[in-house]
């Protein structure tokens, strides 16, 4: 059983890593474009800005919210516990 979430996880982090790298690359995008939106200046700089608040951020928004759930699903499968708090013991050496 614990062989078989292994590998859906090692599957699933394939699937987070694409759709993280989808997300900060559209992301990039809408700089751009807000980039030239600046530069253009006008109504036309107005009907991009428009257009990429509408259309493309609040797709962005689910997707990386998906991805993030994704990737809390995935480390969990996996066995991963990076969101707990984990107690440390550290040796000290005494000076002498």
Do not use: W
Request: proline share 1%; hydrophobic share 50%; glycine share 10%.
């Amino acid at each position: 059983m614990k062989e078989k979430m292994k590998k859906l996880s090692d599957g699933l982090k394939v699937v987070f890593g694409y759709g993280i790298m989808l997300t900060l690359f559209v992301g990039g995008l809408t700089f751009f474009g807000y980039l030239a939106a600046l530069i253009i200046g006008g109504e036309t700089a107005s009907l991009i800005c428009e257009c990429i608040y509408q259309k493309i951020v609040p797709v962005m928004i689910y997707v990386t919210t998906l991805m993030v759930l994704l990737g809390l699903l995935t480390m969990y499968l996996a066995g991963e516990l990076a969101l707990t708090a984990a107690k440390r013991n550290k040796k000290h050496k005494n000076a002498k």
